[in-house]
């Protein structure tokens, strides 16, 4: 297996709801990632795991909650996101944090 | 400061032409630099990745080209086809403590039949 997952495509919620949002691969990679890419913008990197660890958090709001319950899964909680969160979040992997990342193809985000 | 500037924003060819993408980046300490293509509402997909010592790395219809001493990288599309419409990326990464990713803005290539 050489690709990374998410699930769902597409989400959409309101501003009370509680969500979760899911990534796996199982190419034996000990890094992974949560980006979110706004349209016409590149990707920014919210959270980096490595070996199970959150090692990067770049100073995102509270209201996203990531998770790492094991090497092949990574989790991203929401809760009381805004509409402003509305984006397309992708998942990453990659051998560590110096290989290469393989992106899945993202989760479609809305917030109402 | 580190970023990476890409040009045109856009750019609109007919199939079967061939097209160039540029890429400036004021990235220091340089690690490597790679194209990823963006098929819109998907995950980047790498199409070649260089790292200071090469010049030139192809990929099918896909030649990138580094030239690290001007800091530019260019990525050349040959015989286009109607599936590389998509946005592609530059991405350089840092060789500091972080190894960082500087993303681009990217390029909005659209290939008209």
């Known amino acids: 297996d050489t690709e990374v997952t998410q699930t769902p495509k597409h989400l959409v919620m309101g501003m009370t709801n509680k969500k979760s949002l899911k990534c796996e691969q199982h190419?034996?990679?000990?890094?992974m990632y949560w980006y979110k890419q706004k349209a016409k913008k590149p990707p920014e990197l919210m959270f980096v795991y490595s070996y199970e660890k959150l090692s990067i958090n770049e100073s995102v709001p509270s209201r996203f909650s990531p998770e790492c319950p094991n090497s092949s899964l990574l989790n991203l909680h929401l809760h009381a996101l805004q509409p402003e969160d509305s984006a397309l979040y992708l998942c990453?992997?990659?051998?560590?944090?110096?290989?290469?990342?393989?992106f899945g193809p993202g989760t479609r985000l809305t917030v109402l | 400061k580190n970023q990476v500037e890409q040009s045109p924003q856009s750019l609109i060819i007919l199939e079967g032409k061939n097209c160039t993408l540029q890429c400036n980046y004021t990235v220091s300490p340089f690690s490597n630099l790679r194209w990823y293509k963006q098929d819109t509402g998907r995950g980047p997909v790498s199409l070649t990745i260089m790292t200071f010592s090469e010049n030139t790395k192809s990929n099918g219809r896909y030649t990138a080209t580094l030239d690290a001493d001007t800091k530019q990288s260019s990525l050349h599309i040959t015989a286009s086809q109607l599936s590389d419409s998509a946005s592609y990326i530059c991405?350089?990464?840092?060789?500091?403590?972080?190894?960082?990713?500087?993303w681009g803005a990217g390029t909005k290539l659209i290939i008209k039949p």
């Open positions: 190419m034996g990679h000990r890094a």
């Open positions: 990453a992997s990659s051998q560590d944090v110096v290989s290469e990342q393989f």
């Open positions: 991405v350089v990464r840092t060789l500091d403590s972080n190894y960082q990713l500087i």
